[in-house]
């Protein structure tokens, strides 16, 4: 039995219960005033956004920063590695961004047979080395 909420999980006696997200990015009018979790793209979109993974005047309301790896949100074979941000713009990016209470995304352009270029792999893998030696730093 699946269950939507906490409440009706707890009330039901559910074991686990589905959650339901929603983001701001429902039109220009909406970004930073509705949904359960407010966008930051790249750093615009939303006007408490300042482009450095700040929430600004967010307040208590959950917030992300989705950022992409290169140009563009997809695989885009014209990109060379010289556009790809490296861990060096994803590991400030991410303390930023979890010190403002926000959660980072990161966004992948996987091939069409599902396998992820070398290029962004390598980025997956500094942040990860990154996060295996100071993940303490994120733990309450």
Same mark, same amino acid.
């Given at each position: 039995?699946? #269950?939507? %909420?906490? @409440?009706?999980?707890?009330?039901?006696? #559910?074991?686990?219960?589905?959650?339901?997200?929603?983001?701001?990015?429902?039109?220009?009018?909406?970004?930073? /005033?509705? +949904?359960?979790?407010?966008? #930051?793209?790249?750093?615009?979109?939303?006007?408490?956004?300042?482009?450095?993974?700040? $929430?600004? *005047? $967010?307040?208590?309301?959950?917030?992300?920063?989705?950022? @992409?790896? $290169?140009?563009?949100? +997809?695989?885009?074979? !014209?990109?060379?590695?010289?556009?790809? /941000?490296? !861990?060096?713009?994803? =590991?400030?990016?991410?303390? /930023?961004?979890?010190? *403002?209470?926000?959660?980072?995304?990161?966004?992948?352009? !996987?091939?069409?047979?599902? @396998? =992820? !270029?070398?290029?962004?792999?390598? =980025?997956?893998? %500094?942040?990860?080395?990154?996060?295996?030696?100071?993940?303490?730093?994120?733990? $309450?």
């Amino acid at each position: 039995m699946k #269950c939507f %909420g906490h @409440t009706a999980a707890t009330e039901a006696g #559910c074991s686990s219960y589905v959650q339901v997200v929603t983001d701001d990015r429902w039109g220009n009018e909406c970004r930073g /005033k509705h +949904g359960g979790v407010f966008i #930051c793209e790249n750093g615009g979109f939303s006007a408490f956004c300042s482009g450095s993974g700040a $929430a600004g *005047d $967010a307040g208590n309301h959950g917030w992300a920063y989705w950022a @992409t790896q $290169a140009e563009s949100w +997809g695989l885009s074979r !014209p990109e060379t590695s010289e556009v790809y /941000k490296g !861990p060096d713009f994803f =590991i400030p990016l991410l303390v /930023k961004t979890v010190a *403002d209470n926000g959660v980072l995304i990161m966004n992948l352009g !996987p091939r069409a047979d599902g @396998t =992820i !270029p070398p290029e962004q792999e390598s =980025i997956l893998r %500094g942040v990860g080395a990154w996060l295996y030696v100071f993940s303490s730093v994120f733990q $309450a």
